[in-house]
Structures are given as C-alpha cells and as structure tokens.
C-alpha cells in the first residue's frame, strides 16, 4: 500500500500564508522527486512545485518568489510553504511522487488533495 496525505489546506485571506503537508507511508520513500499539482473548477490541472531527490526544487512561474517546497526524510514529509496568497490560487492542491524526465517532473502517486480557498 501506498498512502500520500496532505494536511494544512483551509480558507485565508488574500495576502495570507499556508503551508501544506503531505506525509508518505507505504511503499514510497522520499529519495524519489516530489510535486505539488493545483487544480482550480473549470481549469487544467497545474504543476506548482516540484523537487529533486537532491533536494533541488523548481517551482511554476505563477509561484516563483512566493511558493517554497522543502522536503524532510527523516519524517518522510513534504512541505509546500505558501506565502503572499492571492484569490487565483484557490484550488485543490495535490501532493505527488514522481519522476523527471527530460527535466520535466510528473507525478505517479497522489494524495487525496486538500482544498486551499483565498477570499476575503
């Protein structure tokens, strides 16, 4: 079995932060890249943030400079700070395993989602 739960999502104001978690269990062990994808109603699924089994991490234009993933192996935990929130980003955020393939990342095994809600 191979779990991935995320914990932290909720309702914040616009210029608010978050940080979500997702802890793995199973089969899953965290020397594999990791991502966070969002998807919104009525919009494609995005990739946010990604990061390498190195701990090198990548992040969508649309979060640069205000999105941080980190990760810690010793609690088999991801981590997706989120800082500076504007209503766009009201989505439900996935927590992912994957791989890159050239230079890209894609995700394998999902969590559940929790749902990240912006709005004054």
């Known amino acids: 079995q191979v779990h991935l739960v995320e914990s932290g999502g909720g309702l914040v104001q616009p210029g608010g932060s978050l940080r979500l978690s997702c802890a793995a269990s199973?089969?899953?062990?965290?020397?594999?890249?990791m991502g966070w994808y969002r998807q919104a109603p009525g919009k494609e699924r995005e990739l946010v943030a990604a990061?390498?089994?190195?701990?090198?991490?990548n992040y969508a234009n649309s979060v640069k400079g205000r999105f941080f993933i980190s990760r810690d192996s010793t609690k088999n935990t991801v981590y997706l700070q989120m800082n500076s929130l504007k209503p766009e980003d009201t989505a439900v955020y996935y927590c992912?395993?994957?791989?890159?393939?050239?230079?890209?990342?894609?995700?394998?095994?999902w969590g559940q989602g929790t749902q990240v809600t912006v709005s004054s």
């Open positions: 990061i390498t089994s190195g701990g090198s991490p």
């Open positions: 199973g089969s899953i062990l965290l020397i594999n890249a």
């Open positions: 992912t395993r994957g791989s890159y393939y050239s230079g890209k990342y894609y995700g394998d095994y």
